[in-house]
């Protein structure tokens, strides 16, 4: 097999497998994660009493809220006079 066969054969190759394995059922990692979480002990939920009594948060709640909340603080440079 030449070199121009052999490179994009081997660069598809790790797609094609998950492909594979996706179009037969199943599904890589399925069992660990469900391993991981019955191993994950549960946390006990807050009392509504602490809940009020902690800060909100000042980080913005969504994505799209960032270059909005990093614009707000700052002010409008001075205006240049030109003579």
């Known amino acids: 097999m030449s070199a121009a066969l052999l490179q994009p054969a081997l660069f598809l190759a790790p797609a094609l497998l998950l492909w594979a394995l996706l179009a037969l059922g199943r599904y890589p ?9 019955r191993r994950r002990p549960l946390r006990a939920r807050p009392s509504v009493g602490a809940s009020a009594t902690r800060a909100p948060s000042r980080r913005p709640r969504r994505q799209c809220n960032l270059l909005a909340c990093s ?3 700052r002010a409008p440079p001075p205006p240049v006079r030109v003579r």
């Open 29 to 37: 990692g399925e069992t660990v994660v469900s391993r991981l979480s």
């Open 71 to 73: 614009l707000a603080g």
